[in-house]
């Protein structure tokens, strides 16, 4: 399904929803695949800056799925060191405000650059980057198709609903739906919700992943999940 794409944008019905976890195994999946793949997260909040090399704790975890040397200058444009969407954060902090605009241009120059990008949005779609723009409106700027990761539990079936209607309202192509953290013993709801999901929206579901206690990002966690999403080559 991707594999003649030049890029994908990973979002979700929530923060900690399993963005990143999809992201960077689906990235690893596509390097087998493709010559140069690379990662994004343009707009990033948290209470602490990770390291010396990467503000964004998710970006580092990006980066473990592909030996890339790329500046996060590129990678993650706007970081704020407050948990909360860009623009509250931004105006908390007395700082500018994300624009979209520089964020494509970085967007552009990885897209030259590389055969496919994979980028990672914030929270869900509707959080706003600026006192006019949505993460949604990027995503339109950026013309990609999106994957949208929801769970199967209780109460993400409206978020998941809603989702899907906003990027059907932008005209924003949905590559499909990832149902991650799937319980071990999962109740009748949480097995039919994926089926029932495909049958309501008519969007394809592109995999269930299990829910993983205490996940580590490295080769062997990126292969299980993406061994797991069967319909995205």
Known sequence: ML???SGVFITGTDTNIGKTLVSASLAWKLSKHKDKVCIMKPFATSNKIYSNQYN???LYLLTKSLKIKENQFYLNP???MLAASPYMASEILNKDSPSIKIAFERFSY???KYSFVVVEG???IMVPINDKHYLIDFIKLTKLSVVIVTTPQIGTFNHTLLTVQMCKNYDISISGIVFNKMPKRPSIVEIT???FMEK???VPTLGIIPYYK???FNNLTFKKVSDKLNNVL
Request: cysteine-free.
């Open 214 to 216: 205490n996940i580590k």
């Open 78 to 80: 706007y970081f704020y």
């Open 110 to 112: 990885l897209k030259r």
């Open 200 to 202: 309501l929206t008519k």
């Open 56 to 58: 964004s704790k998710d």
């Open 193 to 195: 919700t994926p089926t």
């Open 3 to 5: 594999e003649k794409e």
């Open 122 to 124: 914030i929270g869900g």
